[in-house]
């Protein structure tokens, strides 16, 4: 069955630090990966995709993603945390039609 | 340009009674959806609207929750009768295709069922 794994339910980083969100997916081709950020009381923001091409991607806030096949994985990355970061992150995937299987989410907390 | 709109933004009732929720796409968009968001989980997808066609509707438990897009601009989603493990968040999203392109998302309305 298709499936999108984020394995940390709740992770805790201080400001400044690096942050590594990780993403696994299970699926029988290369799907579409996204990451979306929730702020408590906000819709889902797009931080960034992968659809293809360079399997490094850029996103808004300073995000970043890399996508590995090898690995299933889609792991997000931020090399310094604001305290602003602190939300829940959504890994998300879809092959072509548009529905979008989400992961469990990760929720951030950020130390000062 | 404005977003995905959503109303109520909060709404408690009791169980076996019924609720409503109203979404308003990004003009233009094609695609709707609704996703049901349980404390603690990812949203899930409930129904896909093409214009004012069902996609798909295969999550959706058509015993008690309906959705209509009459003139494929927005969208009632319904409970009725409600249970308390329909106490969720549900999330309205557009897009301009069915394709991966990215999904705009609303606020999402916030039902306790008690």
């Known amino acids: 069955a298709q499936s999108v794994t984020q394995p940390d339910i709740h992770i805790t980083v201080s400001e400044g630090a690096s942050l590594e969100l990780r993403c696994n997916y299970s699926?029988?081709?290369?799907?579409?990966l996204f990451w979306y950020v929730q702020s408590p009381g906000q819709g889902l923001q797009l931080l960034l995709k992968?659809?293809?091409?360079?399997?490094l991607v850029q996103g808004i806030k300073g995000f970043e993603a890399e996508f590995k096949r090898s690995q299933s994985s889609f792991n997000l990355r931020k090399p310094s945390v604001h305290w602003s970061d602190a939300a829940e992150y959504f890994c998300?995937?879809?092959?072509?039609?548009?529905?979008?299987?989400f992961g469990q989410g990760t929720e951030l907390s950020v130390k000062p | 340009e404005a977003g995905v709109a959503q109303s109520p933004r909060y709404k408690i009732i009791e169980k076996r009674q019924s609720v409503a929720f109203w979404c308003n796409p990004i003009?233009?968009?094609?695609?709707l959806y609704w996703y049901q968001q349980i404390l603690g989980q990812g949203p899930k997808l409930l129904i896909q609207?093409?214009?004012?066609?069902?996609?798909?509707d295969s999550q959706l438990p058509k015993d008690r929750f309906s959705a209509e897009r009459l003139k494929g601009v927005d969208s009632t989603l319904k409970i009725q009768p409600a249970k308390l493990e329909d106490s969720a968040v549900y999330l309205c999203?557009?897009?301009?295709?069915?394709?991966?392109?990215?999904?705009?998302f609303g606020p999402g309305t916030r039902l306790t069922v008690t």
């Open positions: 699926y029988g081709a290369t799907p579409y």
């Open positions: 998300a995937v879809t092959l072509q039609g548009g529905k979008l299987i």
């Open positions: 999203a557009s897009s301009s295709s069915t394709r991966s392109d990215e999904q705009y």
């Open positions: 003009s233009g968009h094609a695609t």
């Open positions: 609207f093409q214009n004012n066609g069902v996609v798909d």
């Open positions: 992968y659809f293809s091409g360079d399997t």
